[in-house]
DNA sequence: GTGCTGGCTCAAAAGCTGCTGAGGGTTTGG
DNA sequence: CCAAACCCTCAGCAGCTTTTGAGCCAGCAC
């Protein structure tokens, strides 16, 4: 699934290039002309990310950018700006702006910083994760290990796709429950540890180093 | 509890004019004058904040950056750089640099950049507690006493989590029962003093200052 | 100094936790 | 229908964590 852009731009043609280029890198693309359009689709289908034109009749993108920061949105916001002084700058990015380009930009200046944003924020879903030599597609269903392609169960995924997308993060057990079997467990099961024990095997079939390690008390943390 | 920030720069001059404006802003700011020494520092005691001059002999700042990220650090990092080329600015963000200032630049510009990171970090991180050189990381359980990582149980976990979430808040054993181990005692125990015991064996392995202060008649408190 | 109180230290006992191997019920696919 | 794969349970055990108790020490009142 590819990542959402809405662009506010009122100068046609600038907004019609960086739209085609966007498009051109993968992106799904939105577009606005003034800052009202602008923030009321902000606000009714939230971006991944929203590069907001400075300089706009009406309602100017830093208004634009106030407003949704005043209503809780914390999307990444990129100010685009032909004003190039420090004062201007300094209140861009303290009215909550977390970037701007300054005009004229070059489009991999721009297509630089829509990657930075989106690899922060974006990096809560995406379809291929790694950690260390591991690695899981959640599309395909396929695991990795340094190489070697390693076959797994249903459960057995869905407890790595767990661990893997919130890697150094000890997760307990309960959490584990919740997320990966969906119900309270009534008296004990050590389901938990059968399962763990599946995937160490599955994973260190030749004596790799451990990634999945026990966490006493608490649970399990993916971690080198 | 003031934000942190580490500045790796090696112009002499240039560092210690940053690190007077920081401090009068009320950060806390450590320096480093080559590369090597600032990711050693980063590594050891994690900053809020890092400040990261490109340019330096020895290991750049762009190398020291990547060297973080390849650890899964998630500092906010800000690169200072002459280069005003295009292609640089776009190695930098892709290298896992989050923003980038270049020189010449004012002063209140790089104040506004560190508000606006810092501000952000702040948001999504209130996991990492600190106190003097003691760390602790709700998410990853991990905690670090200048540099080195201290490997601790369960119960000696959420005792040290209690106070480091109280700085210089004297604690009552009261409090601690109820808190630590969830019930009102019956008769005596002297289950708190072996547990600060155990914390403080771990906490001063090589006779590091005392953190853990006992108020004797009352509790315990986190104070230098 | 003496006695008292609260805290510290040490080590052993008790209690748990997580790991493991085996096995049984259930579903899937040929 | 049968076999294989899968999901889950169980019980034993090893090692770690937690708790207990007894003795000791430090600070304070007298």
Redesign the interface.
Known sequence: MSATILLVEDEERLARFIELELTSEGYSISVAHDGFTGLTMARESPPDLLILDWMMPGMTGLEVCRRLRATGS?VPVILLTAKDE??D??AG??AG???YVVKPF?I??L???V??HLR?NHEDNPDLLQFDDLTLNRSSREVHRSGRSIELTAKEFELLDYLISH????ITRDQILEKVWGYDFMGDSNIIEVYVRYLRLKLEENQEKRLIQT????GY?L?E
Do not use: C, I, T
């Open positions: 914390k420090v004062s700058r300094v990015l303290d702006a977390d970037d070059s991999e200046e297509l630089a910083r990657r930075a922060r890697p150094r993060q000890v966490v006493r008390g608490v943390v971690r």
